[in-house]
């Protein structure tokens, strides 16, 4: 059996779906060789296996050609059984003989259209609504995101599976790290601060003199329009003693800064997923998350959960997890990494090899 992969996003850097595609497929490659896997991308760069390229223009619209047509093209060339769209997307018409699956992360663009460009929204909202059509299956990373899918796109909750993804085993298995960070600091990490919010925390540090003897240190790749802005809040706020910005960072040193971490702080508007908070989990690091979205299905103690509206009441659960005795803090650090220990690829990849095995039987799949 044959699946054919469109894995042109795993070009870009290793984060989110990148991340997720070669995870997943790295699992399943090793785990379950009875399937034969074909990357499908617009170059060879980078590869996880077995690749074939169809080069295309570096641009937007070579993107919406690839993922909408050309891949399609591959997709026969070379006689996949199952197609998975692991990035939100299919192609537009689907081809005989071919199952198509879909991975749909989560649907931010329509939860808050306020943040993304109105070409963006108009093309993600037709493309998305024409793949969830075209597919078979439908994998969502969380019930939360099942959810969003049926409120905006009313499609019929059986189509629809859940398959959360996994932690990586970097964390999982990692012994203690030394400091990166000589001080003491709260940590979090953020690609996009408006959508998790980074500028409450920063509000909370700055009506609180107990939070400035603390750095703030935050790690993600940041857009540089973004970064601009989060520097101005960071200046009016004279909080540039406070906070420091690492960018990216590998994940040996991401296991550190979460292990050293007095905790976790990610006040997120809304996460598909959220892998930072298992991530911080099983570092053995405390968190602190908001009470929305998929954050309330990975979250096991609601106790420090926060209003992500709220920089008061985040102001509050910092001071209070500062307070806590060694015992308190251990036993939510015991809890957390209890619970975290279900979140492995492993598991992941063996749901999505059912979900493959079902396409091509004619046994039924147990949604």
């Not at 070579?62 to 093209?73: A, K, M, P, T």
């Not at 692991?86 to 808050?112: C, Q």
């Not at 090899?353 to 004619?362: A, E, G, R």
Request: net charge positive.
């Amino acid at each position: 059996m044959k699946i054919g992969i469109n894995s042109r996003s795993y070009q870009n850097n290793e984060t989110g779906i990148p991340y997720f595609i070669k995870k997943l497929y790295k699992t399943l490659n090793k785990r379950h060789k009875e399937f034969k896997y074909v990357f499908l991308q617009t170059n060879i760069k980078k590869t996880l296996g077995l690749t074939k390229s169809l080069p295309v223009l570096n641009s937007m619209f070579g993107s919406f050609l690839f993922d909408c047509f050309f891949v399609n093209q591959l997709a026969t060339q070379e006689k996949v059984n199952i197609f998975h769209g692991p990035s939100n997307i299919l192609p537009l018409f689907k081809k005989a003989g071919i199952k198509y699956v879909v991975t749909i992360h989560d649907l931010s663009f329509l939860i808050f259209p306020e943040q993304y460009f109105w070409f963006f929204r108009l093309y993600y909202n037709f493309i998305i609504k024409r793949s969830l059509i075209n597919a078979d299956v439908v994998i969502a990373d969380s019930y939360c995101t099942k959810k969003d899918i049926q409120r905006f796109y009313k499609i019929s909750e059986n189509k629809i599976l859940v398959i959360y993804p996994g932690i990586n085993s970097t964390y999982l298995n990692s012994n203690k790290h030394k400091h990166l960070i000589k001080v003491k600091y709260f940590f979090s990490i953020s690609t996009h601060p408006k959508r998790k919010n980074i500028n409450s925390v920063l509000y909370a540090i700055n009506r609180e003199s107990r939070l400035k003897e603390y750095k703030f240190v935050i790690a993600g790749l940041i857009p540089k329009s973004q970064l601009i802005e989060l520097k101005k809040i960071i200046s009016s706020l004279n909080l540039q003693k406070n906070v420091i910005i690492l960018g990216y960072v590998s994940e040996d040193n991401l296991v550190s800064l979460y292990q050293n971490a007095e905790f976790f702080i990610y006040p997120s508007f809304y996460e598909g997923f959220g892998f930072p908070v298992l991530e911080a989990m099983v570092c053995g690091c405390p968190v602190i998350t908001s009470d929305n979205s998929s954050l309330l299905e990975i979250t096991p103690n609601k106790t420090w959960l926060i209003n992500p509206y709220k920089p008061s009441e985040i102001a509050n659960k910092m001071k209070k997890m500062l307070s806590l005795s060694k015992n308190e803090r251990m036993d939510i650090i015991r809890k957390n990494y209890l619970f975290s220990q279900k979140f492995t690829w492993q598991k992941t990849a063996e749901k999505y090899k059912n979900v493959f095995l079902f396409l091509t039987s004619k046994n039924n799949y147990d949604k």
